[in-house]
C-alpha cells in the first residue's frame, strides 16, 4: 500500500512533481514493466508500484487508502481483457475502478486522478508511455487536494 508521501514535491523548474500509486498484477503487467526495462526505457520515478497477484484483487477500498495516505494519482495495469490468468479478474478490476471513479467524483477529489489499462507482457513501450502521461495528466490536474489539506492542517500556528 502507499505510504505518506510528505512534502508536495516542486521540480527545479518549479513544477509540481506528482506522486502515482500503480497496482500492477503479476503476470502481463508486472512482465510488461519488465519488458520496458529490458528496453531500457525511460519513465517517470515518481511511480510507486503495488503488485498483486492478479488485479482482480484491487478493492475499492485500496484506491482510496492510495488517495488518503498521499497519492496525486492512481492507476492500474491490468492483463488484456479476455487473457486473464485468473479468467476475470482484470474484469473485476474494471467494474471496481468504475465504482472508485463515482465514489472520486462524489467526495470532490474526481474520477480523473484514476485510470486502468490492459497490456500484455510485450507492451513495455505502452507500459512507459502509459506511466509518462498519467505523470503529465496528474501534473496538469494539481496536488491531491486531501494532501493539500492535510498539510495545511499541521503548519505551524494551525494549532
Known sequence: MATDQGPIQISS???????????????????????????????????????????????VRYILAAFEQGADGVYIVACPIGTCHHVRGNERARSRVALAKKVLDQIGLGS?????????????????AVARDMVEKIRRLG?????????????????
Open 143 to 159: 496536488p491531491n487536494p486531501l494532501r493539500a489539506n492535510r498539510l495545511e492542517a499541521y503548519r505551524p500556528g494551525n494549532g
Open 13 to 59: 523548474d518549479n513544477m509540481f512533481e506528482p506522486d502515482l500509486t500503480l497496482f500492477t498484477c503479476n503476470y502481463c503487467a508486472y512482465m510488461a514493466g519488465d519488458t520496458a526495462g529490458a528496453l531500457r526505457l525511460q519513465y517517470p520515478a515518481n511511480v510507486k508500484m503495488v503488485r498483486l497477484p492478479c488485479t482482480g484483487k484491487i478493492d
Open 112 to 128: 480523473d486522478r484514476l485510470e486502468i489499462h490492459f497490456l500484455s507482457a510485450g507492451q513495455g513501450t505502452t507500459y512507459a
